[in-house]
């Protein structure tokens, strides 16, 4: 079992979807990724918060296994996003984007996370991706996020940075933009020529492709009775691709072992998604995650003699 | 080995995609549909023409054991369909529809047809398609498509003839549109509480969801590095979902059967959006169906030991 270290935002979240409204719940892709991959291995943090951020949460981090001492306590106050969804889930509308205290953000690594061999480079700007990947010294398996806003205002920086990392885990809409390709096989080969030799693209409801050397798989969103909001699915797919990963030691990644930490990707995503921010993610037994992956087994069965 | 009886338009489409264009193709819900279900077993076609329609193609569909004594030849010209569709080809935009002989269509089945076991009620006025089942003397499988327009200037004769089937086989803005549901799962439980059991939802590219008596299941689309044109990839998927279920004689459907059909039905969809019109439909080989049925098999695998 291996640690994975990860950079990303902590961040108050106020949302509007049609189901309800939650305004200034605890957000941010560092929390869902940590959240999510906590469950499987143990997390090192790099992050930044304000002085309002609640230190119980931060605690509670600490209990579940995830190393805050990369998180910094900076004056000012917590990142802060507002968004709203509509029925169609699967596209967030920013409503209002505070940054606060990550305009000042270093990305400094403590020196005990440095020996980090997974790498999760969480949505934030192409150089501190880069920044944080600089002091890390023999990473062996490194999978980086992103975002329109850094494809619009920092396309080449984001390529260079994407060309140092083993796989990309992107949104359907963005991978589309960031290739210029409207065609998925196709904007696979473009991501893959660039350097990273697998590509997860993530399709909200839909589930989740996978492109490797081999043939793609397709997994599928878990059909849900009730869904409440979906930010943070992302970010909690990537805690569990990662997390299993990691936790079974995976460098020299086969097949069916990258396959399956997507299906642990859809089922952390599918636990986010059931309640307002992380509250549902935050609570899910051990037993609940095996089972869900067990239901990922029986929704895709067919080939049965 | 069961014939299936079907009832559907044929027609001549001119198609905009971003990747070309197609003047007046041969199509329709009944040509899509017996070429694709003409793989797995004979099909029985109730349809209308004009004097416009091209003899040749009429002695095709003998050629692959559709027999077209349903298809009623009419003074006048063929139902003309114009449609777009931007890069997301999974909503087409209607540019024009012209009925001419459709609106002298009856529906009338020759006596040799009524003793039909599977029936598939293709997109037409939910009076036809009840007019046609009524001339049916023991069905033992229906499967019922519609579209938009239906639904919203026939709904409740709509929902009348959807109680007298087996399974309905819809896109899925279109069950939402039904339902007025817009939770798929939940959907789901409103169609069945109609009266069928079986609800296939077709999501395009995404593949399609199956809801039974039990768990869902879920097929996802094939990733396909060139599409051309999505007309007809619905009722393609019905004729393979129809033609793989009367060609085992399954009327007591299990589970894995039904799991199998809705596979045959994402093979023959993706084959048909390969090439405008049904040019790459009709050319299909059987054991290409084979090797695509067995790419879905790999596509979905993930619990290996």
């Given at each position: 079992m291996?640690?994975?270290v990860c950079i990303g ?5 106020s949302i509007?979807?049609?189901f309800?409204?939650?305004g200034?719940v ?7 990724f940590?959240?999510?991959?906590s469950?499987?291995t ?5 992050s930044?918060?304000g002085?309002d951020?609640p230190?119980?949460?931060?605690e509670l981090l600490?209990?579940r296994?995830?190393?805050i001492s990369?998180?910094k306590?900076?004056q000012g ?7 709203r969804?509509?029925?169609?889930m699967?596209?967030?509308h920013?409503?209002?984007?505070c940054l606060?205290v990550?305009?000042?953000f270093?990305?400094?690594v403590?020196?005990h996370?440095q020996?980090s061999?997974f790498v999760f ?5 192409p150089?501190?991706?880069?920044k944080l990947?600089?002091?890390?010294k023999?990473?062996?398996f490194?999978?980086?996020d992103?975002m ?8 080449d ?6 060309s140092?990392?083993h ?6 809409a ?8 409207y ?6 080969k473009a991501?893959?020529?660039w ?14 492709v996978?492109f490797?050397h081999g043939?793609p798989f397709?997994?599928p969103?878990?059909p ?5 909001d ?5 970010d909690s797919?990537a805690g569990g691709?990662?997390g299993y ?8 990644l086969s097949?069916?072992e ?6 642990y990707?859809?089922v952390m995503?599918?636990h986010?998604?059931?309640d307002?921010g992380?509250?549902?993610l935050?609570?899910v ?5 095996q089972?869900?992956y067990d239901?990922?087994?029986?929704l895709t069965r067919?080939?049965?003699?």
């Open positions: 291996a640690p994975i935002s902590m961040a108050f979240d509007e979807t049609p309800g409204k939650a200034k605890l957000g941010g892709s560092a929390n869902y940590s959240l999510a991959a469950y499987f143990s997390v090192r943090c790099v930044i918060v002085e951020y230190k119980e949460h931060l600490q209990n296994g995830v190393d990369g998180v306590l900076e106050k917590t990142f802060h996003w507002a968004g969804y509509s029925y169609d699967n596209t967030a920013t409503l209002e984007t606060n990550l305009e000042k270093e990305a400094n403590p020196a996370f020996d061999e480079l969480g949505n934030s700007t150089a501190l991706q880069m990947l600089s002091q890390i023999r990473p062996k490194i999978a980086i992103t329109n806003l850094w494809i619009e205002n920092s396309r920086a984001l390529i260079e940075a994407i140092k990392c796989a990309l885990i992107i949104n359907e963005e991978v589309r933009q960031l290739t210029q390709v065609n998925l096989v196709q904007a696979a991501v893959r020529s350097g990273p030799q697998i590509l997860v693209v993530k399709r909200g409801e839909y589930g989740a996978l490797d043939e397709s997994a969103g878990l849900l009775a009730e869904v409440k979906p930010t943070g699915a992302g797919f691709f990662m990963l990691a936790s079974a030691g995976h460098y020299s097949r069916y990258l396959r399956k930490a997507v299906i990707g859809c995503a599918s986010t998604v059931q307002f992380f509250a549902e935050v609570n037994k051990k037993d609940q995650i089972g869900r239901r990922f087994v029986d067919f080939h049965v003699e």
